[in-house]
């Protein structure tokens, strides 16, 4: 592989992958708000309880986004790297 241009079957490969990171990360972390989200409303949280299990599922979301994001796209620049 040249590494000095990319052609454009590898940068639409690259949008694509990214656009794919992206969204595969938003979903897995609206899904673990939504599971704490359900949490409170099962056990009818209210209060600093509920606000509190909310908190904790937005930012262990937020975590789990990111993992989802990083991952992805070190897993197809790792591909690259070895030409597949």
């Known amino acids: 592989m040249d590494m000095g241009r990319e052609s454009r079957w590898e ?7 990214i656009v794919f990171a992206l969204v595969t990360a938003v979903a ?3 899904a673990v708000f939504a599971v704490a989200l359900a949490l409170t ?12 299990v909310l908190m904790g599922g937005a ?22 790297r070895r030409g597949h």
Do not use: N
């Open 11 to 17: 940068k639409d490969a690259m949008t694509v992958e």
């Open 59 to 80: 930012l262990l979301g937020a975590m789990v986004g990111m993992w989802r994001l990083v991952r992805v796209l070190y897993r197809f620049d790792a591909q690259r």
């Open 41 to 52: 409303l099962v056990f009818g949280l209210s209060g600093s309880a509920a606000k509190g």
């Open 28 to 30: 897995l972390a609206a």
